[in-house]
Structure formats: C-alpha cells, structure tokens
C-alpha cells in the first residue's frame, strides 16, 4: 500500500463533529499506532502529523507557498501574541487569519495558556482568569476562557484551544490539582462562549502535571464533553522523559479512540516516533525553526550544528536523501558561511528543517499503513542512537510490544542508559 493511496482506505473508526470528520485508516497491529485523515473545514489533513509554529502568524523567513511546498498541513498560531498584535478588530476587518496571512490550509491557535508558565512574572492567575502585561506596550491584559475564545473566533482558525491553568510540570502538591480542575471550569465556560462552532473546533486540554490519578480524572471528565478532538498539555516542561511518556500513554489509553489526539510543544524526532506509538496523532513544537536560527540542521541521526569549522570545504547538502530546495540547490559549505550571520543562512536551513519534519512524518505514516511500524521505529532509533538508547525510549517503546534490548533478525538490540543526550551526527 502506497501513501498515495491512503486516501482510498476504508475507515476503521470514525467520528464527525460539525467541523471535523476524523477517519482512522490504519492501526499498527503492534502498538496503539494509527494513520488517520482529518477533514477541517481548510484542508484535509493526515495524521501522525506536525504542525510548525508561527506564533504571530508568520514562519520566520519562510512564505505560505513556501511552507505548502513543503507540504505542512496545519500550522500554529498563539492567540495571547496574535490577541496583542494586529489584535481581534483588525483580524476580524481582515477576515481572519487565514486570508490576513494568505494560507489556505489548516490552522491551530493556541490559548494563551502557556504563557502563564513562559511569561509568569507577567501573570495574575484568579478564577476569572489570567492578567498579562503586554510586552509589546506594558499595558495590563485579562485573559478570561471566554475572551480567549474569542479571540480565536476572530482569528478563525480550524482548531482552538481551550484556555487552561497551565503549571509547570515539575510543579507538585495541591496547585496541579487546582489547576487540573479550573481547566475544566475554563473549558465550560469556553464552550459557552464558543459563537462558531460549526466552522471552529475547539479541543480540551488535558492536565494533572505528572500525577497518575490526576491526569485520569481530567482525560476522564473531558471525554464527558465530547469534543471533536483532544490535547495532552503541560508536559515537555522540563520533566523527565520517563515521567513524560508515561503521561502520554496514560492520555491516550483513557481519551476516545475515534477522535484527534494532540500532544502539545513535541517536536524531537525520537518523540514523535515514539509517541506515535503510544497513539498520538498531532504535534507542535518551535524546535525546528528555533534550532533553524543557531545554524543547527536536522537529520535523522540527531542535529548538524553548520557553525562548526569541519563543514567549511564540505560540499555535500545538508542530507543527501532528501530533496527540499535547500539539499538540492545548496552546499553544507555554503550555509556554513551564512549561518547565524546572514538572514539567508536562517532560511535555508529553516527550509531544510520542516521538510525534515515533513518526511520524517510521512515514514510513519506509511510505516503504519503498511503494518510495519514496529520494524520503522527499530530502524530508525538504531540509526538515531546506535547501540546505546536512553532508557526512556526503550520503557516507552517496551511499553507498546517493542523491545529493543531484545536482538532482531540483523543482531541489533540496545542497550538502555539513564541520561537523555543528542547525538552528534558522523557524517
């Protein structure tokens, strides 16, 4: 079975809402792996899928055709920042941020949220919700469940997020529970104030930090809800991966088998593989445009940072296996002249990355179509880290009928360490 003709699959599971039809295609018959096609009211989307992140509407140094080309499905935009700058009246004059931005594909908003974590010093969180200081003018900025809302119906994206109380995930004690709770208040008053429902989806998100029992009762009392699609939010904080994935999979065995499930600011390589085989269909994360910007390219045995001096007479592209329009027209040698120095250098490399991301998701889904997940994820981490895997990967894979420490037919079998490290690429 070829991917193009994923499309012509037979649904095995099936849910609609008013502005999102998701079809399950293919499960791995292995671990909790599927491919799936979401229908959105801008694009239909196939899913284990990344979305890149522009938070104020834009990819740094990359156009929307661009990012077509590139065959993104679905982008993020941050409502909190967009609410800010041009700000809902001017978006709304606009016709949303789909036409004010030129992409005619799907589009996420993020709540705001995270902010809270990211700009804390900024906040007042009450029950009515979150007091910012605009960075852009000092001003003081309420943030309710029903103005964020709001905002993104202005914005008009495919997807929204619920405004939740975000704490940071090695935060313990009675405030996850508050925060676990009042994210679930938040999102009935969201829904109230949702005006456009049937043009706009608008996911929970579930928290409870890095408590078991937590993280159960809040997937438990959002599935209530019935909501066209699912997030996993306040992880990838700092947390110990053997922590996080456990919270992942935890997620995913609890929310409804037949809609989206999104897990929220992932964007390395080895986690969306593993992931995806713990049964999480979309991600986000500004690592590959972020890491873009200090010369660092990806590949699939870990990130090339161009900076350095080996690649100055190197005239290879960044991967000779893939074919984005920076590996097919441009040099290592090149970039390495240009990087963290000039604007160009930032594009071409930022163009490399999401392709990266791009195709790396691509395998999986085939690899999921054609049941053989299991093997991909063998290969693949074989080639990320050779002999020596973090022990998280190897619990979260084992976790889902994937042993690595057991040999396949070609002898390879890992061998777990506890610390979490990227490997430098030999090439």
């Not at 992880?235 to 456990?246: M, N, T, V, Y």
């Not at 160009?344 to 690899?367: E, K, P, S």
């Not at 979260?396 to 690595?404: G, Y």
Request: net charge neutral; aromatic share 8%.
């Amino acid at each position: 079975m070829t991917i193009s003709s994923f499309d012509s699959l037979t649904p095995i599971e099936t849910s609609t809402s008013p502005a999102l039809k998701f079809e399950v295609l293919a499960k791995c018959s292995t671990t909790k792996a599927r491919a799936s096609k979401m229908t959105l009211p801008h694009y239909t989307a196939h899913t284990p899928m990344f979305m890149p992140v522009g938070t104020m509407g834009t990819m740094k140094g990359v156009t929307t055709k661009q990012l077509e080309a590139l065959d993104c499905h679905v982008i993020l935009g941050n409502t909190y920042h967009l609410g800010s700058r041009p700000g809902a009246e001017l978006l709304d004059k606009a016709g949303g941020l789909h036409k004010f931005m030129n992409w005619n594909r799907g589009l996420l908003t993020d709540s705001g949220g995270f902010q809270m974590v990211s700009l804390l010093k900024l906040a007042n969180i009450t029950e009515e919700g979150v007091e910012f200081e605009n960075p852009h003018d000092g001003k003081k900025m309420m943030l309710t469940p029903e103005m964020s809302i709001g905002l993104q119906n202005s914005i008009g994206a495919d997807i929204m997020m619920q405004l939740d109380d975000v704490v940071s995930s090695l935060t313990t004690g009675a405030r996850v529970e508050e925060a676990m709770w009042r994210s679930i208040r938040w999102l009935d008053r969201g829904m109230a104030a949702h005006k456009r429902p049937n043009e706009q989806n608008l996911f929970p998100i579930v928290q409870g930090g890095l408590d078991p029992n937590l993280r159960t009762i809040s997937a438990q009392e959002l599935s209530k809800r019935d909501a066209p699609g699912y997030a996993i939010g306040g992880l990838s904080g700092g947390e110990a991966k053997d922590s996080f994935w456990r919270m992942v999979t935890l997620s995913t065995d609890v929310l409804p088998t037949c809609k989206p499930r999104y897990c929220m600011g992932v964007g390395y390589a080895e986690d969306l593989v593993v992931c995806s085989a713990l049964g999480v269909d979309m991600y986000d994360c500004v690592f590959p445009t972020r890491t873009a910007r200090f010369g660092n390219a990806l590949v699939r045995t870990g990130s090339m940072s161009l900076r350095q001096g080996k690649y100055s007479d190197d005239f290879r592209p960044i991967d000779e296996d893939c074919d984005c329009p920076t590996c097919k027209n441009y040099t290592r040698a090149y970039i390495h002249t240009v990087a963290t120095k000039e604007t160009t250098g930032c594009h071409l490399i930022t163009i490399h990355n999401i392709a990266f991301q791009m195709r790396l998701m691509r395998d999986i889904r085939q690899a999921i179509v054609d049941d053989r997940y299991p093997q991909f994820v063998r290969s693949f981490i074989r080639r990320r880290f050779g002999k020596t895997v973090p022990a998280w990967v190897v619990n979260a894979l084992k976790s889902v009928n994937i042993d690595l420490t057991v040999a396949d037919e070609d002898g390879y079998s890992a061998k777990p360490i506890s610390e979490d490290f990227q490997r430098e690429p030999n090439n």
